[in-house]
């Protein structure tokens, strides 16, 4: 079998922070849409039905094709 050593602290602590920030941003993401949703209602005359899908369907397609493309370049990419 292959070597298996345990990852040191400092790599482990790494990760930690590594993950920390990524959760951070994920959540940022998803809050600054509610956030400004009031003012792009008002800057471009949606009514709530409008504003709701727009909202919607630019995060269900947006943020998981993003990841998705993302991660699959660094797959192919690394070995």
């Known amino acids: 079998m292959a ?3 345990k990852p040191n ?3 482990r602590t790494f990760a930690l922070i590594l993950l920390t920030i990524v959760y951070g941003f994920n959540f ?3 809050q600054i ?6 003012f792009i209602q008002k800057d471009l ?4 039905t409008e504003l709701g899908l ?3 369907l630019a995060l269900l397609f947006s ?3 993003l990841q ?3 991660l699959g370049l660094l797959i192919d990419t690394t070995e």
């Open 68 to 70: 998705s493309q993302l």
């Open 3 to 5: 070597d298996q050593t």
């Open 54 to 56: 727009l909202i919607g």
């Open 45 to 48: 005359g949606l009514t709530n």
């Open 28 to 30: 940022i993401d998803r």
């Open 63 to 65: 943020i998981p094709w």
């Open 9 to 11: 602290k400092s790599y």
């Open 33 to 38: 849409v509610g956030i400004l949703a009031p």
